[in-house]
């Protein structure tokens, strides 16, 4: 599915994971205390692509959904299931809809970091003919998520910091807005996002989870 008509794709993330409890730790192991992770200000990504070519890209974003992630917490706590609360309220779904917003820009591949004269850099041209597919992922099962609606796109320039230079290679950001149903869905399935090229090469791939 092409993400975008006239242009296209970015990404990336930082996953919240903690190990199961054990049923049957050793009595000389410590007791393991309760971990709580806060979820004030949604879900955030920060990953990295690659292309063809030596160009690489790093996509940077959030899950938001209005109010919903305010005082948000999973708690994990030994020899209970994971769960999620805002106050004394327990949560188990995502709201009816939620907000992707995401960025996409240039990045030193890991490899040519000392190599910078020879950097290549995303163009328009190579960012339009991406496609963004996004998921919803339960244990190994993906199930494609065909409504999403993109209600905003920019393309930013980035200012060099000579400003003097003339000889400098266009370099620019791509961000953009979409909206996701998520009615019904529950907090324990991740949302996953795959960037492919038109070849249909995975370039990116990055899963946002509770």
């Excluded at 020879?118 to 339960?138: G, M």
């Amino acid at each position: 599915m092409a993400f975008y008509r006239h242009t296209a794709i970015l990404f990336t993330l930082a996953a919240l994971l903690t190990a199961a409890p054990s049923n049957a730790a050793p009595a000389s192991a410590p007791a393991r205390e309760k971990t709580v992770w806060n979820y004030d200000g949604g879900i955030f990504l920060d990953t990295e692509g690659a292309l063809a070519g030596g160009l690489c890209f790093r996509v940077v974003g959030r899950v938001t959904a209005h109010d919903f992630f305010d005082d948000l917490k999973r708690i994990d706590a030994p020899g209970l299931n994971t769960i999620f609360r805002r106050g004394k309220e327990a949560v188990t779904q995502f709201p009816s809809q939620l907000l992707l917003q995401f960025v996409i820009h240039d990045f030193p591949c890991a490899m040519k970091l000392q190599d910078v004269g020879s950097r290549n850099y995303l163009t328009r041209a190579v960012v339009s003919n991406l496609r963004l597919s996004l998921y919803w992922k339960r244990g190994i099962e993906l199930r494609p998520i065909s409504d999403y609606k993109v209600q905003a796109f920019h393309i930013r320039p980035i200012i060099p910091f000579n400003v003097s230079a003339t000889d400098l290679p266009e370099k620019l950001e791509w961000s953009y807005e979409v909206e996701i149903p998520s009615e019904g869905v529950p907090l324990t399935d991740s949302l996953v996002l795959i960037i492919r090229t038109p070849n249909d090469q995975v370039a990116a791939r990055v899963a946002a989870r509770m």
